[in-house]
């Protein structure tokens, strides 16, 4: 397997960040009531983990060391701002639902986590791939989260209807966002332990 693609796919599989790594809980466990919820923050995510990205490993060699991480920070938050722009003049609705979980985009750790231990010490190439790697891993987790908690809660996927009377409330709830993250990730470790 090449280098880059090794790159890519060790942000889905490897270094999973909510199913091995356990970063972003915060952003997985409340946004994630639904799938489409869990899909838009993640798909933010995913933004701003590879523009960040690949600013930083850009200037890597201009910013000095001692104003590094907060260097980082005004990278990362000009993105967060231009997502949350965009995002409440496209998808309002989505913005609205979200709500102050899109500025805190800013102080993920994830973001700040890939941009110290990635973006500072490789070319731009490997950073965008790693970006892209890591934040598509956060999507498709949050995504996957979302539509158990989705079917489970309310019986629809998407906001679709999938059988009549609904579901189990404690699944739309903070105690079900615990209960389907703890079985996703056994689920998870289980199919790429089998993988490697």
Same mark, same amino acid.
């Given at each position: $397997? ?7 796919? =060790? %942000? ?11 970063? &972003? ?12 919820? &869990?899909?838009? $923050? +993640?798909?933010?995510?995913? #933004?701003?983990?590879? $523009? ?12 000095? =060391? ?20 965009? $995002?409440?003049?496209?998808?309002? =609705? ?18 700040? %986590?890939?941009?110290?231990? #990635?973006?500072?010490?490789? +070319? ?13 891993? #956060? ?13 489970? +809660?309310?019986?629809?996927? #998407?906001?679709? =209807?999938?059988?009549?009377? *609904? *579901? ?7 105690? %079900? ?20």
């Amino acid at each position: $397997m090449g280098k880059n693609l090794k790159v890519f796919t =060790d %942000g889905i599989l490897k270094n999973n960040p909510t199913f091995v790594l356990v970063l &972003g809980m915060c952003p997985t466990l409340a946004t994630t009531t639904s799938a489409l919820n &869990g899909m838009g $923050m +993640g798909v933010a995510t995913l #933004f701003v983990l590879v $523009m960040s990205n690949i600013v930083i490993s850009l200037l890597k060699s201009v910013i000095p =060391d001692k104003v590094r991480i907060p260097a980082y920070i005004v990278v990362i938050s000009s993105f967060v701002t231009v997502v949350q722009l965009l $995002m409440q003049a496209y998808v309002q =609705d989505l913005y609205n639902t979200l709500g102050v979980f899109i500025p805190l985009i800013v102080v993920n750790c994830i973001i700040l %986590g890939r941009a110290e231990a #990635f973006a500072s010490k490789n +070319g731009v190439w490997a950073s965008a791939l790693d970006g892209l790697g890591i934040g598509l891993g #956060f999507t498709l987790s949050l995504t996957a989260i979302g539509i158990v908690r989705e079917v489970l +809660g309310n019986g629809q996927i #998407f906001g679709m =209807d999938i059988w009549q009377g *609904g *579901g189990a409330l404690v699944f739309v709830l903070s105690p %079900g966002a615990f209960f389907v993250l703890g079985y996703l990730m056994i689920l998870f470790r289980r199919l790429t332990a089998k993988t490697n």
